[in-house]
């Protein structure tokens, strides 16, 4: 009788190329695309577009009476 343990060539390798295959289908992209900046000033611009028949001039105090974008304010 042979007292030898066979031995297991490749078993680690085995092992962690199975934890990595699973690491890889566990891993789901969960976000969205960034919408370029250009595209969000477009889509607020076409938002406030409408309001520019509102303006009563008689009313005008300030620049916050106009219907003007986020950073348009900012920048004055």
Known sequence: MNSEKPRNTGGQYEKRN??????KQKFQ??????VPVWKQ???EINQLLPL???IEPN???SFDDF???KRTLDGL
């Open 18 to 23: 199975k934890k990595n295959f699973k690491n």
């Open 29 to 34: 992209p969960n976000f969205k695309k960034k």
């Open 41 to 43: 000033i477009d889509s």
């Open 52 to 54: 520019y028949d509102q």
């Open 59 to 61: 009313k005008i105090e």
């Open 67 to 69: 219907p003007l974008s």
